[in-house]
C-alpha cells in the first residue's frame, strides 16, 4: 500500500504531500488544476517513460516520492535490500527525478535504473486511465487473472510439476542423444586398451621383476667369474692363502694366550665370530656361482616380456601397477558408456509417460478454465450493465494453440503435446491463450479489449472485471483516471458504488469529475488552484466532513456556497453511506 505521495514542480504542481491510507481515495478538482498529475506522478514511480515538458516551468526538475508500506510486501522488501537501498520502520521510499536531460530513479535510498524500478514497483500498482490501461492488457496476465478468479491454483500446480519434470527428462535425453557418437568412439578407444592389456595379462610388480633378470642373465658369465674367484679367496683348495686360512692363524694363536690377559681373550672371540660369518659368506658365494647359469632362451623370453610390458607403460601409465589402474577405471567407464542406449532408450519411455501425464493435466486445466471463464465473463458483464454500459458483452475466450500440421509422433518438436488427439503448443503455462473480448453494442463480434472500447469505456470494463476479482488480484493498489467520463446519474453511483466494493479488499485511488462518486470515498482528496491560476504548495488537500459537502456542491452545481447543492451533496453522503453499509 502507498502510504503517503510527494509532488514537486511536476506540471502545475509545486509542492504537494499526499498522505494515502486503506480503502478508496478520490482526487477531485476543477479543470486545469493538476488532478491527472496524481496519475502522472504513480506512473512515473511505476518506471514510466519520462516527459522533460512536465517538468514545471522554471524549476530545474520534477521529482516524485512514494511511501510504500512493506508489511504485506516481503519481495519488495527482499529486492529494495539486494539493490542496496533501505527498509525502514517497514517503509521503503522510490523515487523518481526528471529534469530537462535525463530521468533517474532510486529505491530505498539507492541510484538505480529506471527498468529496475518498473521491475520491482510495477507489480504494486494497476493503473486505468483513458490512455493508460497496463495490466489487465496483457495475455500473460489475462491468463493469470482467470486462474486465480476460477480458484485454479492447484490444477495448474500439477501442470506445472508436470512440465518441468518432462523439459527436465527430454533435455537430459537430448544431451545424452546428442553425445551418443562422441560416447560411442571413446567407448572403441576404450575397448582396444582394456582388450590389449587383458592379451599381455601384467602381473602387479612384474617389471620390476623382469628387469632385475634380464640385467642378470645378461652378464652371467661375469658374475660367475667374480663369484669363482671371491669363493677361492675366502676359502681355496689349492692351497694358496685364503682368507679363512688367514683367519684360522689368527684365532689360534690368540687363544694360546686368552689366558694371560682378558683383552686378548676378547679379542679371540672376536676373530672367533669373523671365522664363523666368513665361512657362513664362502658357502653362500659357492652356492651363489653354482646356480649362476647362461640361459640364452630364458634371456629372450625375458627380453620378449619386457618389451610387451613397455608397450604397454608408454600407453597406459608408468609402471605396470598404472597399467593395472588403468585397466580397472576403463573397464568401469566402459560399463557406463555401454549403458547410453539403454539411458536413451529408458529416457525415451520416460518422456512418452510424462508427456502423457502432461497431457491429462493440461486438459483438466485447460477445461476448468474454460468453466471459470464462462462464469467470468457473465459477472463483467452483469457488472457492465450497471456501469452505463447495457448491451456491452464481456467474453473471456480459451483457445488451445493448435497446430496445424500434425509432427512425427516419433520425435515431435520440444513445444507441441498430443492432446485429445490433437496437437498444441504448451508452455509453462499451459496449453491456452486466454484473452478478454468485448462486444460494446448489440449484435457486434467480441473484440479485443483494446480494439473493442473507448478510452471511457475501457476504463469501466477494467473497474467491472477488477471488481469482479475483487480478492484474488495480487494487486495492493488500483489507480482509475477519471472512469466515469460519458456517464451520470444513476450509472454514476453505481461506479462510485462498485469503486468502493473493490477498496474493501485493495487501495483504490480514483481522479472523477463526479459527485455521486465521489460521495463514496473515504478520502477526499481536493487539487486547490490559486487565484493566479497556478497550485499552490499545499494543493492537494484532505477534506474534513465540512469540505467535502463544499466540494460536492461546486461539482454538482458548479456553486460551493449554494443551499439547494449543498442539501443535494449531504444526501449524496447519506445515500453512499447506508449503501457502503449494505455492502
Not at 220 to 228: C, F, N
Not at 320 to 342: I, P
Not at 469 to 493: N, Q, W
Request: net charge negative; with cysteine.
Amino acid at each position: 500500500m502507498i502510504e503517503e505521495l510527494r509532488i514537486s514542480s511536476l506540471g502545475v504542481i509545486d509542492s504537494s504531500v499526499l498522505e494515502l491510507g486503506p480503502g478508496l481515495t478520490v482526487i477531485t478538482g476543477e479543470t486545469g488544476a493538476g488532478k491527472t498529475m496524481v496519475v502522472t506522478a504513480l506512473g512515473l514511480l511505476l518506471g514510466g517513460r519520462a516527459d522533460s515538458g512536465a517538468v514545471r516551468a522554471g524549476a530545474k526538475q520534477a521529482r516524485v516520492e512514494g511511501l510504500v508500506a512493506t508489511r504485506d510486501l516481503p519481495e519488495l522488501a527482499a529486492a529494495v535490500d539486494e539493490l542496496g537501498g533501505q527498509v525502514e520502520d517497514d517503509g521503503v521510499v522510490l523515487a523518481r527525478n526528471v529534469s530537462t536531460s535525463r530521468s533517474r530513479a532510486f529505491a530505498g535510498g539507492a541510484s538505480v535504473p529506471v527498468s529496475t524500478l518498473a521491475e520491482i514497483a510495477e507489480p504494486l500498482v494497476a493503473v486505468h486511465g483513458q490512455s493508460d490501461q497496463h495490466r489487465l492488457l496483457r495475455a500473460s496476465t489475462q491468463r493469470a487473472a482467470l486462474d486465480s478468479f476460477g480458484a485454479l491454483a492447484p490444477l495448474r500446480a500439477d501442470y506445472e510439476s508436470a512440465h518441468d519434470r518432462l523439459v527436465e527428462t527430454e533435455r537430459t535425453l537430448a544431451e545424452v542423444s546428442a553425445a551418443a557418437r562422441e560416447r560411442a568412439r571413446e567407448a572403441d578407444l576404450l575397448r582396444f586398451g582394456v582388450e590389449e592389456v587383458a592379451a599381455v595379462e601384467p602381473q602387479p610388480g612384474e617389471d620390476a621383476e623382469l628387469a632385475a633378470e634380464e640385467t642378470r642373465l645378461g652378464h652371467a658369465d661375469t658374475l660367475r667369474g667374480a663369484a669363482e674367484q671371491a669363493r677361492e679367496a675366502l676359502s681355496s683348495d689349492s692351497g694358496s692363502p685364503d682368507a679363512l686360512g688367514a683367519m684360522a692363524a689368527a684365532r689360534g694363536l690368540l687363544e694360546g694366550v686368552r689366558d694371560h690377559d682378558p683383552e686378548a681373550a676378547a679379542l679371540s672371540d672376536r676373530v672367533a665370530e669373523v671365522s664363523y660369518l666368513l665361512t657362513d659368506v664362502a658357502t653362500d658365494v659357492a652356492s651363489y656361482a653354482d646356480r649362476l647359469e647362461t640361459d640364452p632362451t630364458r634371456l629372450a623370453a625375458v627380453s620378449e616380456r619386457r618389451a610387451a610390458l613397455i608397450a604397454l607403460t608408454r600407453k597406459y601409465g608408468d609402471t605396470v601397477d598404472d597399467v593395472l589402474a588403468w585397466a580397472a577405471d576403463a573397464a568401469l567407464r566402459l560399463g557406463d558408456l555401454d549403458s547410453t542406449d539403454e539411458q536413451i532408450a529408458r529416457l525415451s519411455a520416460d518422456a512418452r509417460a510424462q508427456r502423457t501425464e502432461l497431457a491429462v493435466a493440461a486438459v483438466a486445466l485447460s477445461r476448468a478454465r474454460a468453466a471459470a471463464a464462462e462464469k467470468l465473463g457473465a459477472a463483467v458483464t452483469d457488472e457492465l450493465g450497471l456501469l452505463a454500459m447495457p448491451h456491452a458483452r464481456l467474453a473471456v475466450e480459451v483457445r488451445r494453440r493448435r497446430v496445424d500440421v500434425p509432427p512425427d509422433e516419433e520425435r515431435p518438436p520440444a513445444d507441441l503435446l498430443e492432446v485429445e488427439g490433437e496437437w498444441v503448443r504448451f508452455s509453462h503455462s499451459g496449453i491456452d491463450e486466454v484473452e478478454l473480448l468485448l462486444a460494446a453494442n448489440t449484435g457486434s463480434e467480441p473484440r479485443p479489449l483494446h480494439k473493442g472500447a473507448s478510452g471511457g469505456e475501457l476504463s469501466r470494463v477494467m473497474l467491472a472485471v477488477e471488481v469482479c476479482l475483487a480478492g484474488t488480484s495480487p494487486v495492493p493498489t488500483f489507480v482509475f483516471d477519471e472512469v466515469d467520463a460519458g456517464v451520470g446519474g444513476a450509472a454514476a453511483v453505481e461506479i462510485g458504488r462498485r469503486l468502493a466494493r473493490l477498496a474493501e479488499d485493495a487501495q483504490v485511488l480514483v481522479v472523477t469529475h463526479l459527485p455521486q462518486v465521489a460521495a463514496f470515498a473515504d478520502r477526499h482528496v481536493l487539487v486547490e488552484k490559486a487565484s493566479d491560476g497556478s497550485v499552490t504548495s499545499s494543493g492537494l488537500v484532505v477534506l474534513d466532513d465540512e469540505g467535502r459537502e463544499r466540494e460536492l456542491s461546486r461539482m454538482l452545481a458548479g456553486l460551493a456556497e449554494s443551499d439547494t447543492a449543498l442539501a443535494h451533496a449531504r444526501e449524496l453522503l447519506d445515500v453512499a453511506r447506508n449503501a457502503a453499509g449494505k455492502q
